[in-house]
């Protein structure tokens, strides 16, 4: 019997096709516009998601302060306030994972005939933890290294491409500042910090080589930053409290000055990056619900009008033996057949948006199974639910009153 | 007239009354009638007579307001809705004055409508409706539309669709009112036919001459039967 309704349903849809066509409209655009919106939402989710996991979680830097002479100020980090020794204490305190002491510059590497300026990174084994970087060949330097102040070098794959080209750079000699460095290894490919640097364009040598032998400092020990990582994101708030207390005892600082220091945490940037790309699809799929909504409601417009133009077949079908329920089913299953035709074409149609927006812009898309579901879902219940009503008003008509309907 | 125990129709002391601005408005009082198997009985009676509720009555397309209505051992007041459908689909077959065929089926799917509201299997339904189609001489128009065919066709053809389930009371309201005489004549002798072979048919009309072929006239007048006479002059023809 139901394959008989669904005949009857295609059938009267057919003796209409313009109108169907313009009321199917309204649900693949709705549909269409909340496939696309939800997949570049989630496309930029998880591009800011990866950005996140390539920085390393619950993270801290530590800067060094200014200094101010003769009125110009230097910026964070001009003053070397910060030291080594900073970084065993702060590694004690409860909650902290690790920490690593950063010493960075800038610096013309070379390597045969070819050379490449890019940031040089001092630091211990520690960093590498902490921002969770993988050596994908060769090996990392050890903490001999950072003590015997070794001429040993890490390299990123950006600055191995410009130096070495097609060339294994590992066991290769390459000169920072005229120094020879080793290259231990080849780091794996960070991509783009979410302010657009690229990662990859670094050398990671140990901190104490870069303290003494490439950029100098101003005092033995001194650092101009800290990467410190809590052991969980709940630690967080508890560690930076505690460190700002050390770094001030520390550095004798008296009750109502300013900190020499300055301290950044990097995830809550990232978490709340994050969280402003998720409520922006949020909103993006829910201003995309509202023309399904729209849809719906043409659904239930149109399906009142053909329930009153058919109020005479309706009359005819029920004194020959319809009853209620056979009605109802008739009519719901055509706003259904609507519902479900038009979701089908707005599925193709914002699938197909999807992936012309990822080629002519770049911007990552995803299209999840959940959101190809929900539409659908969504579509069926619109079609039921802005159905019912319709098919209800059918479905109650007095026979009588139907049958003498003109 | 048939007896008491093979009756189609048992009807007592209806009453029918309708809401209205004025008031209740009484359309029929106090009827008796029994219908008994294999009648051709026309019931007849100016507009305003009541005959069109009787009918709508009769159809189970409405509830009598009090008395008891019992078609083929049933009574109609105790029986729900999705029940009454049923009646109307296995019991009653219905024609109209102006034909009421669907107007975008083939006259087949038009006869095989009233089989789809019993569950009934689409090859079967297409036999039968094929059948029934033969039976009021259509076979061959079977994939036709109704505004194909002419005034006296379609009614052949709602004929069709009425016994397609075998019902045991055939109710037609004015069923030639919209024909010409000479088609009219043709679909009275149709129907005429049909009783012979044994179906019970009750057919409104307000013309003396269509009446003529049925074997029992009831006159309405403000809602009362008027008049209840037998001819059987019309049986020999």
Redesign the interface.
């Known amino acids: 019997?139901i394959?008989?309704?669904l005949g009857e349903a295609w059938?009267?849809m057919g003796?209409n096709r313009l109108r169907t066509l313009l009321t199917m409209l309204g649900m693949v655009i709705g549909v269409g516009a909340v496939v696309l919106m939800m997949s570049i939402g989630q496309g930029a989710q998880y591009a800011i998601k990866q950005t996140i996991s390539a920085m390393g979680s619950n993270l801290f830097v530590l800067l060094s302060g200014n200094t101010s002479s003769g009125g110009v100020r230097s910026g964070s980090g001009g003053a070397h306030t910060l030291t080594v020794g900073d970084a065993d204490a702060i590694a004690e305190l409860p909650g902290v994972q690790t920490t690593a002491p950063i010493h960075t510059g800038n610096a013309q590497v070379v390597y045969g005939p070819s050379n490449w300026s890019t940031s040089i990174l001092g630091t211990t084994p520690n960093y590498l933890e902490a921002r969770s970087w993988q050596v994908v060949s060769g090996a990392a330097f050890t903490g001999s290294d950072v003590r015997s102040a070794t001429r040993v070098a890490l390299i990123g794959k950006t600055a191995a491409e410009n130096l070495f080209g097609d060339e294994d750079p590992v066991g290769k000699t390459i000169r920072i500042r005229q120094s020879p460095f080793v290259v231990l290894g080849t780091l794996a490919a960070k991509g783009q910090s979410m302010d657009g640097r690229d990662q990859d364009d670094t050398i990671i040598i140990p901190l104490t080589t870069a303290q003494r032998q490439v950029f100098g400092t101003q005092f033995p020990g001194s650092v101009r930053m800290i990467m410190v990582q809590a052991a969980t994101q709940e630690d967080m708030p508890a560690v930076e409290k505690s460190m700002t207390g050390l770094l001030r005892q520390r550095h004798r600082i008296r009750e109502g000055m300013d900190n020499d220091f300055f301290l950044r945490n990097l995830t809550a940037a990232a978490d709340s990056a994050e969280e402003s790309t998720r409520v922006m699809s949020l909103l993006l799929g829910a201003i995309a619900s509202v023309s399904l909504l729209v849809g719906g409601i043409g659904i239930m417009n149109i399906m009142l009008v053909s329930v009153t133009e058919r109020t005479?077949?309706i009359g005819?079908?029920?004194?020959?033996?319809?009853?209620?329920?056979?009605i109802l089913l008739q009519f719901l299953l055509e706003a259904i057949i609507i519902s479900v035709g038009g979701c089908f074409i707005g599925l193709l149609l914002g699938i197909g948006g999807a992936l012309l927006v990822e080629t002519l812009t770049g911007t990552m898309v995803i299209i999840s199974a959940n959101s190809v579901v929900a539409a659908f879902g969504v579509a069926a219940t619109v079609g039921i639910f802005f159905g019912f009503y319709p098919a209800r008003k059918a479905a109650r008509l007095d026979?009588?009153e139907a049958?003498r309907y003109q | 007239m048939g007896t008491m125990t093979d009756s189609v129709i048992r009807i007592e002391s209806l009453y029918k009354s309708y809401e209205t601005s004025a008031g209740l408005f009484p359309a029929l009082k106090n009827v008796d009638l029994c219908i008994a198997s294999g009648e051709f009985v026309a019931v007849m009676g100016p507009s305003g007579s009541g005959k069109s509720t009787f009918m709508n009555l009769l159809g189970c397309l409405d509830k009598p307001s009090a008395g008891r209505y019992v078609l083929d051992g049933r009574d109609v007041a105790n029986l729900g809705k999705d029940e009454l459908a049923l009646l109307r689909n296995r019991t009653i077959g219905f024609v109209f004055q102006g034909f009421n065929l669907l107007p975008r089926m083939t006259l087949l799917e038009n006869v095989s409508l009233p089989l789809i509201y019993c569950g009934m299997e689409r090859e079967e339904r297409r036999r039968r409706a094929r059948e029934l189609l033969a039976k009021v001489g259509l076979e061959d128009k079977a994939d036709s539309m109704p505004n194909k065919i002419s005034g006296g066709q379609q009614q052949r053809v709602a004929i069709a669709r009425a016994l397609v389930n075998r019902p045991r009371l055939l109710l037609a309201d004015e069923p030639t009112g919209n024909l010409d005489s000479q088609t009219g004549e043709e679909i009275m002798a149709l129907f005429e036919a049909l009783n012979r072979e044994g179906i019970t048919i009750v057919l409104v009309t307000h013309e003396t001459e269509i009446a003529r072929h049925a074997k029992r006239q009831v006159k309405f007048h403000d809602g009362r039967i008027v008049g209840d006479q037998t001819t059987h002059n019309e049986v020999a023809a």
């Open positions: 019997m394959f008989a309704m059938r009267a003796a005479r077949e005819i079908r029920m004194a020959i033996g319809a009853r209620e329920r056979d026979p009588i049958l």
